[in-house]
């Protein structure tokens, strides 16, 4: 690789970041990020696949090597925030933002694809996995769901994900449970409504559901494992219009977390029947609607030494942070893990405002490392020094 080559290059990869940063789209809407995505990778020469998941892509880079393959992922979409970093190349989309730094991740990725197109020496197949909807609409699921691993086998996956607050540049991880399986569900609560003066004549949703909010705070006090971790977190509670009318209905947004895909299973079961039982006891029925879930993100051992090994050889012994515990936030990458082993690391943002904050931005210094990360990883996997 010719490192000066590289960094010619950078002050454009900080362009197509910035550019980026202006067209934030919402999950499985990224048209015009694809599109950016797809035509900069063909005209390198990749071969683009883009028929997965509506907006998602894979390019691939096949120099032969010995019939293994490594795929690399990045993230796309934004999220419906107002920007308020007071950059000049602030979201010009009204109410959107990359306010979780998919933009740097896409650019990181692209960055990686110029050095290995850009490596004589490199044999092997990589795979750059550009997903949409990572958010909230599991993008990773649908492009397995539309054959990404059938189509594009893969022997290890990697990602990155930016992390405010990490030092800029260090790299964090940890074997095993990586972050928390999140689950939601919107619980509605019917009852009878009627005259406020008169309870004697209706089922009063709002105390059930108040009573169910109450008896869920036992579920991970008295169902889960003291040494295990999990989380319900009644989000949203909707009911009633005026202090004299008891309502039909009551309406509460959920969300369930475990770091362990038993303790997830038991938190949901739970919920459903202490919700069940409860709205029972007062007369009241439920309905429970689910949402997308994600499982937990399971880092394999190998895949995490591996990059580990990769980034103290390359930027010493301190770029590497070992992640004591898991993380309680979730991460659609945990669906990719779930098929191919690999691993899902922090790198540093240094002391920015935190993801999904209006006024986060995704650290330029980033748009170097990452793809020299990428780069290092994929020659170390196809065993070239
Ligand atoms: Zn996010
Ligand atoms: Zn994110």
């Known amino acids: 690789?010719?490192?000066?080559?590289?960094?010619?290059?950078?002050?454009?990869?900080?362009?197509?970041?910035?550019?980026?940063?202006?067209?934030?789209?919402?999950?499985?809407?990224?048209?015009?990020?694809?599109?950016?995505?797809?035509?900069?990778?063909s005209g390198w020469g990749l071969s683009v696949t883009r028929d997965l998941a509506a907006t998602g892509l894979v390019a691939t880079l096949d120099r032969g090597g010995d019939g293994r393959a490594i795929g690399l992922r990045a993230d796309m979409d934004g999220l419906p925030v107002v920007e308020e970093t007071g950059a000049v190349y602030a979201s010009r989309a009204p109410g959107m933002m990359h306010a979780c730094g998919h933009?740097?991740?896409?650019?990181?990725?692209?960055?990686?694809?110029?050095?290995?197109?850009?490596?004589?020496?490199?044999?092997?197949?990589v795979h750059f996995i550009f997903q949409p909807a990572e958010e909230t609409a599991g993008g990773a699921a649908r492009m397995i769901a539309d054959g990404?691993?059938?189509?594009?086998?893969?022997?290890?996956?990697?990602?990155?994900h930016n992390y405010p607050g990490l030092a800029?540049?260090?790299f964090s991880a940890r074997q095993g449970a990586m972050m928390a399986a999140i689950d939601a569900a919107t619980l509605t609560v019917r009852g009878v409504g009627g005259h406020g003066a008169r309870p004697e004549d209706t089922v009063d949703p709002v105390v059930a559901?108040?009573?169910?909010?109450?008896?869920?705070?036992?579920?991970?006090?008295?169902?889960?494992?003291?040494?295990?971790?999990?989380?319900?977190?009644?989000?949203?509670?909707?009911?009633?219009?005026?202090?004299?009318?008891?309502?039909?209905?009551?309406?509460?947004?959920?969300?369930l977390r475990a770091t362990d895909p038993s303790v997830r299973e038991r938190l949901?079961?739970?919920?459903?029947?202490?919700?069940?039982?409860?709205?029972?006891?007062?007369?009241?029925?439920?309905?429970?609607?689910?949402q997308v879930g994600y499982p937990v993100t399971m880092?394999?051992?190998?895949?995490?030494?591996?990059?580990?090994?990769?980034?103290?050889?390359?930027?010493?012994?301190?770029?590497?942070?070992?992640?004591?515990?898991?993380?309680?936030?979730?991460?659609?990458?945990?669906f990719m893990l779930e098929k191919v082993s690999g691993a899902y690391l922090f790198l540093g943002n240094g002391e920015s405002a935190g993801l999904h904050n209006s006024r986060y931005d995704?650290?330029?210094?980033?748009?170097?490392?990452?793809?020299v990360f990428f780069h290092a990883l994929a020659r170390r996997f196809f065993d070239l020094t």
């Open 168 to 170: 800029a540049g260090r």
């Open 209 to 255: 559901a108040a009573s169910i909010v109450m008896a869920l705070q036992t579920a991970v006090s008295r169902n889960v494992p003291p040494q295990e971790a999990g989380v319900i977190t009644v989000g949203a509670f909707h009911a009633g219009s005026a202090c004299n009318v008891i309502p039909d209905e009551a309406v509460l947004e959920i969300s």
């Open 1 to 41: 690789m010719d490192e000066a080559a590289y960094r010619a290059f950078l002050p454009e990869l900080v362009a197509i970041r910035h550019r980026l940063h202006q067209m934030p789209e919402a999950g499985y809407e990224e048209r015009q990020t694809s599109a950016f995505v797809a035509d900069l990778l």
């Open 103 to 125: 933009d740097g991740h896409t650019t990181m990725l692209i960055g990686a694809a110029f050095r290995l197109l850009h490596d004589d020496d490199f044999r092997g197949k």
């Open 148 to 160: 990404l691993f059938d189509r594009f086998p893969c022997d290890a996956v990697f990602a990155l």
């Open 299 to 334: 880092n394999d051992r190998v895949s995490v030494e591996l990059a580990a090994d990769v980034i103290r050889a390359t930027f010493g012994d301190d770029a590497f942070e070992p992640l004591d515990r898991p993380m309680m936030g979730s991460e659609d990458f945990a």
């Open 268 to 290: 949901c079961r739970r919920f459903e029947e202490i919700a069940r039982s409860q709205a029972a006891s007062f007369g009241a029925d439920i309905r429970i609607d689910w």
């Open 362 to 371: 995704f650290n330029d210094k980033l748009l170097e490392r990452g793809p």
